[in-house]
């Protein structure tokens, strides 16, 4: 019998060596207290009768140790007659039997172990999980303001139970910030680096409290402030908490050099072959015979990156070089422009119901195609556009064996796109109705929307059907449809429609679709008021219309867009040439930009105008087919409903022919999805003709309102006054549908 030396061992474990087909014969566990033998050789790798591997070995001792439950393992081979034997000499780290907390008045046990899960009883001990816990424990009362916390810990070993630890809590007081005073500062507004801080003073109307952990990551914060304030050479050097017991608060003193800032003099560019100086300089937001900023020069490198990973060079970058002159800089830019990159495999994670060409069809990048980041960037918004992923993001990463390559993962949290919904909806003109509505807008998992809807109240009835088809047969054809019966009763007049619509479609490009839609319906007035028979009929006739439209959409997020323009155009024609019996041409324009202010601030402006002829043998354009101007329902707040609309001389309101409106809203959101408060300011009118056009004549209003989303749709309640009839009115409306 051969005994092999624990040096022999080390070795054959490095290198690998193996005994030819030696077997192992025997394995002998000893130390073994808690754990049952049967348990540990489970763990093992290799078991009697199975070849010896020295790197098997290495490889078991190893897993044995990353388990915790042994603080020391040795190990002895010894070569037989009848095989290898292994002998295992183990040392068992005890269990944790008890955890005692002392002097926690301000957070339960429970409350305390929230953050230190890894410590537990009846598990192995190990010390670094008391230092640990000891952190986050100090750290959880310092969140909350008691920064002169104290943790003490101990522990000791129970014979025949386990390992007892105790934590002794000296709470203190709750500290509140003072004042933040910085020293070594020259030029530097003070103001500006507090500005850049979490941690903030005291006020007579707030006591922040001091968080150390907070404060800690202020440091980096006021770095990265320097940065962008364009100075050199700063150096934090230390930072001081004194606190005063007595008032309960601490003042911060923070030492720092603040370096130096420069005019920048010159930029040179180098490296670049891609594009020209002239292109590159372009980008470029610093201001020559300025201080050099750094939040400038960061938007500056981003703006040049972007070009090129546009152009699939996504691993180009810059590295700027610093001249300095006396208080001039001269600045550097060496562009290191890296090699086209192609996309690789495309994959798709977490769709469970979405098919996968519903997701790769909304895709802008195919394998194959050159990489561009903003293609990537629209490929991600399209697909939260659709509303079926609550999540999402596309995710490269190299393509194995190839660097000219990237692969894209979809990774997707799928959200429900089903719902029933019951509730109301109500503005001024119609009152309030319920509804219930049945939608699914991912039918199948194939990106087909449904619905089903009925509209029940006083003053409206509704039932409709309709589908929706995006990708009509896999090709970018958009096809809708829907039938109706509809009736609306208006203080002067009720209105039934039954008919339906059908809608084809085509993506035109990027952001542009084009439609064409035929709608037959029938229509009939009934009950019309003595005051508008003169321009009223009750009449039954059949309304037969082709319209032509085109739409242009860029908004960043169609649901709660920050940037980007929703335009649209339409031109509808109606008569007995298509086998109605109305004559007459409508055009409407609507046009809607997005900015984003700061905060979360967006700033938005939405212009519509509109114009309806008549056309022979009709003698008028019916009044349904009119437009009218004021109110919430009809685009101009603070008036009430058709207010700012052609009048006959008997004060009925008759419509117009032309109307233009346009609404400027400045909103926040106030609870994040859910209520977004916001300032409006509305002017428009409607005339008799287009001719009667006149600047002066429309009118305006301005308010404040605020929305608040819920499963019925959004609700709005809003304060308006109108500066021509002088007074405040009140706007409530619960509408289903996108706001």
């Known amino acids: 019998m051969k005994r092999l030396s624990s040096?022999?061992?080390?070795?054959?474990?490095?290198?690998?060596?193996?005994?030819?087909?030696?077997?192992?014969?025997?394995?002998?566990?000893?130390?073994?207290?808690?754990?049952?033998?049967?348990f540990f050789v489970s763990i093992l790798s290799q078991k009697k009768g199975d070849s010896f591997s020295p790197v098997k070995l290495r490889d078991d001792i190893r897993n044995l140790y990353e388990l915790g439950y042994f603080e020391n393992i040795n190990v002895d081979v010894n070569e037989t007659s009848t095989g290898i034997v292994i002998n295992f000499e183990v040392k068992e780290r005890p269990f944790i039997y008890e955890i005692n907390i002392k002097g926690n008045k301000q957070f339960s046990r429970r409350e305390i172990f929230e953050g230190t899960p890894f410590l537990t009883e009846d598990v192995p001990f190990d010390k670094k999980y008391i230092h640990k816990a000891k952190y986050e424990i100090e750290k959880k009362y310092q969140e909350k303001g008691y920064a002169s916390v104290n943790v003490k810990t101990s522990h000791s070993y129970k014979k025949g139970k386990g390992v007892i630890i105790n934590f002794n809590i000296k709470e203190g007081t709750k500290i509140s910030v003072g004042d933040i005073i910085f020293k070594g500062i020259d030029k530097v507004d003070p103001d500006d680096l507090r500005k850049a801080m979490e941690t903030k003073e005291s006020r007579w109307w707030k006591h922040p409290k001091l968080d150390k952990t907070k404060l800690k990551e202020d440091m980096n914060r006021i770095k990265k402030k320097l940065n962008e304030l364009g100075y050199f050479g700063y150096e934090l050097k230390d930072y001081k908490i004194k606190i005063d017991d007595k008032r309960k608060r601490a003042d911060i003193h923070i030492q720092l050099d603040e370096g130096k800032r420069y005019i920048l003099n010159d930029i040179e560019v180098k490296g670049n072959e891609i594009f020209s100086d002239k292109e590159i300089l372009k980008n470029i937001t610093l201001e020559k015979g300025?201080?050099?900023?750094?939040?400038?020069?960061?938007?500056?490198?981003?703006?040049?990156?972007?070009?090129?990973?546009?152009?699939?060079?996504i691993f180009a970058n810059i590295d700027p070089i610093y001249n300095f002159?006396?208080?001039?800089?001269?600045?550097?830019?060496?562009?290191?422009?890296?090699?086209?990159?192609?996309?690789?495999?495309?994959?798709?994670?977490?769709?469970?119901?979405?098919?996968?060409?519903?997701i790769l069809r909304n895709l802008l990048l195919k394998p194959g195609d050159k990489f561009q980041r903003d293609k990537l960037m629209m490929s991600q918004r399209r697909l939260y556009n659709t509303g079926y992923f609550k999540d999402l993001k596309i995710i490269p990463s190299p393509h194995k064996g190839r660097e000219d390559k990237m692969d894209l993962t979809i990774n997707l949290k799928e959200q429900r796109t089903g719902s029933i919904n019951f509730g109301g909806t109500?503005?001024?003109?119609?009152?309030?109705?319920?509804?219930?509505?049945?939608?699914?807008?991912?039918?199948?998992?194939?990106?087909i929307k449904?619905?089903?809807?009925?509209d029940f109240g006083k003053n409206k009835k509704t039932y409709l059907l309709g589908l929706t088809d995006p990708f009509f047969r896999d090709t970018p054809t958009y096809v809708s449809f829907n039938v109706y019966r509809k009736l609306n009763i208006y203080d002067e007049y009720d209105i039934f429609r039954n008919g339906g619509d059908i809608t084809l479609g085509r993506n035109l490009s990027l952001f542009t679709k084009?439609?064409?839609?035929?709608?037959?319906?029938?229509?009939?007035?009934?009950?019309?008021?003595?005051?508008?028979?003169?321009?009223?009929?009750?009449?039954?006739?059949?309304?037969?219309?082709?319209?032509i439209s085109f739409e242009r959409d860029s908004r960043d997020n169609k649901f709660e867009p920050t940037t980007g323009t929703f335009n649209s155009i339409s031109a509808e024609l109606g008569g007995t040439v298509l086998g109605g019996d109305l004559n007459y041409h409508k055009y409407e324009a609507e046009t809607n930009w997005f900015f984003k202010s700061f905060w979360k601030l967006v700033f938005s402006n939405n212009l519509k105008v509109g114009v309806v002829e008549k056309l022979e043998p009709s003698s008028k354009v019916p009044q349904y087919e009119r437009f009218f101007v004021g109110g919430n329902v009809y685009g101009v707040r603070g008036y009430e409903d058709k207010e700012l609309s052609p009048e006959d001389e008997n004060g009925y309101i008759t419509g117009g022919n032309f109307y233009v409106t346009n609404s400027v809203t400045y909103k926040a959101p106030l609870v994040e999805n859910r209520v977004t408060g916001y300032l409006f300011w509305d002017v428009g009118k409607a005339w008799e003709n287009i001719g009667d056009f006149n600047f002066r004549d429309m009118r305006d209003g301005a308010g404040l309102g605020?929305?608040?989303?819920?499963?019925?749709?959004?609700?709005?309640?809003?304060?308006?006054?109108?500066?021509?009839n002088k007074n405040w009115k009140f706007h409530f409306g619960i509408f289903q549908g996108d706001f």
Not at 430 to 441: D, I, N, R
Not at 450 to 454: K, P, R, S
Not at 706 to 724: N, Q, R, S
């Open 325 to 358: 002159d006396d208080d001039r800089l001269n600045l550097k830019m060496i562009i290191n422009e890296g090699n086209p990159i192609k996309i690789g495999n495309i994959n798709i994670e977490g769709n469970t119901k979405t098919f996968d060409k519903v």
């Open 426 to 447: 109500y503005n001024a003109v119609t009152g309030f109705a319920l509804y219930l509505k049945y939608e699914e807008k991912n039918i199948f998992g194939r990106g």
């Open 706 to 724: 605020v929305k608040v989303t819920t499963p019925m749709g959004p609700l709005t309640l809003e304060y308006a006054y109108g500066f021509e």
């Open 450 to 454: 449904g619905n089903v809807q009925i």
């Open 290 to 313: 300025e201080y050099f900023n750094g939040e400038e020069w960061s938007k500056t490198q981003q703006n040049i990156l972007t070009m090129y990973g546009n152009k699939s060079h």
């Open 7 to 38: 040096i022999l061992l080390i070795v054959m474990l490095l290198t690998g060596l193996s005994y030819g087909q030696a077997t192992i014969s025997k394995i002998n566990v000893d130390g073994l207290s808690t754990l049952d033998k049967d």
């Open 514 to 547: 084009g439609f064409i839609s035929y709608k037959y319906e029938k229509v009939q007035l009934e009950n019309v008021i003595e005051e508008a028979q003169e321009d009223i009929d009750e009449a039954s006739e059949i309304r037969s219309s082709a319209t």
